[in-house]
């Protein structure tokens, strides 16, 4: 298997230059000693090439200890230093952004063989299918994917493990390595599934994660480790339900918005518990708006029909009124633009997709949950506007008065997917702290270019984008630019070094 060049540059992989953290999984550090050959191997007798050749195949078959080439590295133990660099590590170390901090110490507790780490490597295995050529390594993935998946399946059979961390973690992973893959096989022909198959296997994982969240109860807040682990992985699933599911979705009524409370907030902010407070509010307005829907179809009384869905609508209107200027109370909270100019950068070219920068990247998921938010609650209000269009009761004027209000919504859905594409460059780590493009970006340095992505925070703009991807309200131009921000983000990916030192 030989290394191909990354899309940064080439990189040269030496494998005795590692220097993994230590945490657990062993790893080869010499190469074995030479086996000696002795003298009775060898027969006194004349023999002839074919018999020269049959007592090679011989020995081979029958010495266990026959000297091969030594493998230069344990490939799993390389696997899962890779993941634990770029998902834990990196982010911590890079970026102050400790959200899977936790994960080394329990993947260790685990042990090898366990169903998370089989999941993690899958998902490191993915990562790294395009810093090599050929297929062996996309197969490789596959297997272990489909090992990771048997594994946890019986887990969720077994009474006593079902809701342990060890298959919680699994199910999540393995949620994680769907979303690795669509974006590595964006728009890739032969490899890309529909976006509709993307979104069902993803959303299956994400919803198996939620049941069992639910059914390991108090028990997971035990330890501040566990407590931790059910914060970010509460947050994440209701945010990915809260976008994988339609605003005309009953699946809205199992996300269990109302346990949230403002000391769950991992920044201990008035700003955030306002963008938070937002989000749950779009949230519970979408679950009785589906529960309405459901019910028009079985009523015909369509004057109440047409002044509820008026009450909503104004409700709906007034919540997003009120977050005008929400990240002005405190300092340090804005979405503020690029400070240098994009010329001589990458993004001199894609000028759209490099918009802003944050302070944080918790601010930035702030900023990603708001706008999500927005553009979620204007689906919503546009299916009641179409709705109050279609019915017997509309009048003329009504119509025309709907169809302006739709119109008015489409330009606030194109809002909010216009600033989630601006994310992108931040998203992906090639923007400073300081608000100006880094080396990554301009090339500076040809041969230093592996600026290591913030692989969390990119991958929490992936599923957004996607929603407004499959969006019957975003423009031609916009569903273009985020087929380009996916592929960025899949470069990014690609351009990580291989060493996890």
Known sequence: MKPAQAAAGPTTYDATQISPPQYGYPIATSAPQRVPILSSQYSVERRTPDDAEHEKVKREKDSPDQLHSAPKYNVDHQSICFFVNLFCYQGQKRYDFPVLDFLPSMMEDFGSDSAASKAALAVSRMSLADQYSGTDVRLQTGHEYGEALVMASKRLRDPTKAYDDDTFLAVWLLS??????????????????????????HISHVRGAMQLMKMRGSSQLRTPQGEKMYRVFKAAIQMRLFILNSVTSREFDEMEMDVWKEEHEFTPSKTANTATAFFHKVARLIEKINAFLFARRQSDDDEAFIKQ????????????????????????????????????????????????????????????????????????????????????????????????????????????????????????????????????????????TFQEINVVAALQLVIPLKACLRSEHTTADQKGAIDLAITHIGDGLRRQPLHVA
Not at 188 to 197: M, N, P, S
Not at 323 to 335: G, P
Not at 338 to 361: D, E, M, R, V
């Open 176 to 201: 994680t390595y769907e979303a690795v893959q669509s974006i590595l096989n964006h728009r890739r022909i032969g490899q890309t599934r529909t976006l509709e198959e993307e979104w069902q296997s």
């Open 309 to 448: 869905a008026n009450e909503f609508i104004s409700y709906g209107e007034s919540v997003d009124k009120e977050m005008v200027d929400w990240s002005k109370h405190e300092d340090y909270w804005d979405s503020m633009p690029i400070q240098s100019p994009a010329k001589g950068t990458t993004w001199a070219i894609y000028p759209t997709l490099a918009q802003c920068w944050f302070f944080s990247p918790w601010v930035y998921l702030y900023w990603i949950r708001f706008h999500i938010g927005r553009l979620k609650l204007y689906e919503a209000l546009i299916e009641l506007s179409q709705m109050n269009a279609t019915s017997p009761a509309a009048t003329e004027a009504t119509k025309l008065a709907d169809s302006l209000q739709i119109e008015s919504y489409k330009l606030h859905i194109r809002s909010a997917a216009s600033a989630l594409i601006g994310m992108t460059a931040y998203a992906i780590g090639d923007v400073s702290n300081r608000g100006t493009f880094n080396s990554a970006a301009s090339g500076k340095w040809p041969g230093r």
